[in-house]
Nanobody
């Protein structure tokens, strides 16, 4: 069992930066694939970024590639999402998720979810 708690959301102007954190409690954090998803109003939840257990291998949605960076600190049981050059279309609730599957981009592969944190980008 893993409990995930996101923090760091807020409001920012377009072009600005924001960092999200996801603290995990429970056992064996370092054995989980970790990811960030987001859900905008009226839209389905979508994949943003994922990071393998060691932190060496990452994946990104095309819409955020080159602007967002996912990284993790296994000693602190925390995964991060650094967002830069934010756009109004990045506005969403951002969710942290954990999985033991090798499938990175599918919502159904993730067993544990945080409660979400709101990110609002003003134009």
């Amino acid at each position: 069992q893993v409990t995930l708690v996101e923090s760091g959301g807020g409001s920012v102007q377009a072009g600005g930066s924001l960092g999200l954190s996801c603290a995990a409690s429970g056992r064996a954090f370092s054995t989980y694939l970790m990811a960030w998803f987001r859900q905008a109003p009226g839209k389905e939840r979508e994949f943003v970024a994922a990071i393998e257990t060691s932190g060496d291998d990452t994946s990104y949605a095309d819409s955020v590639k080159g602007r967002f960076t996912i990284f993790r600190d296994n000693d602190k049981n925390t995964v991060f999402l650094q967002m830069s050059r934010l756009k109004p279309e990045d506005t969403a609730v951002y969710y942290c998720a954990a999985s033991r599957s090798r499938e990175r981009r599918s919502i159904s592969a993730y067993n544990f979810w945080g409660q979400g944190t709101q990110v609002t980008v003003a134009s």
